[in-house]
C-alpha cells in the first residue's frame, strides 16, 4: 500500500528552524509533483510549497523555507526564521503514478509544527 510517512516538526520559538522530511513508502512507477500544505485552527488548507516541472512558494514563506527533492520519492521542507503564524499542521502532497497511465493524488497524515512568541 502507497503511503507519504512524514518526519519533523515540532516545537520551536519565533525565528527559529525546523525541518520536514516525507517518504513515498510502497510501490509506484514514478513521482510527479510534491509538495507540502498547512491548515492552521479555523482556516483553509493552503499550499506551502511545491516542486514539479517548477518549484511554487507561498507568497508568505518565500525567502524563509526552502523545498528540496533529496530524491525521486521523498520531499524535505527546511523551514527558516520561523513566525507564530506558521503555527499550522503541515501536510505532504504527492501525485504518484501507480503504472503508466494511473496517477493518484496522497497526503500525509499531518505533522503539527507549532511556533511560540
Known amino acids: 500500500q502507497v503511503q507519504l510517512v512524514e518526519s519533523g516538526g515540532g516545537l520551536v520559538q519565533a525565528g527559529g528552524s525546523l525541518r520536514l522530511s516525507c517518504a513515498v513508502s510502497?510501490?509506484?512507477?514514478?513521482?510527479?509533483?510534491m509538495g507540502w500544505y498547512r491548515q492552521a485552527p479555523g482556516k483553509q488548507r493552503e499550499l506551502v510549497a511545491i516542486?514539479?516541472?517548477?518549484t511554487n512558494y507561498a507568497n508568505s514563506v518565500e525567502g524563509r523555507f526552502t523545498i528540496s527533492r533529496d530524491n525521486a520519492k521523498t520531499v524535505s521542507l527546511q523551514m527558516n526564521s520561523l513566525k507564530p503564524e506558521d503555527t499550522a499542521v503541515y501536510y505532504c502532497?504527492?501525485?504518484?503514478?501507480?503504472?503508466?497511465?494511473?496517477?493518484?493524488?496522497?497526503w500525509g497524515q499531518g505533522t503539527q509544527v507549532t511556533v511560540s512568541s
Open positions: 516542486s514539479g516541472d517548477r
Open positions: 502532497y504527492a501525485r504518484l503514478w501507480t503504472s503508466p497511465l494511473n496517477w493518484q493524488d496522497y
Open positions: 510502497g510501490s509506484i512507477f514514478s513521482a510527479g509533483a
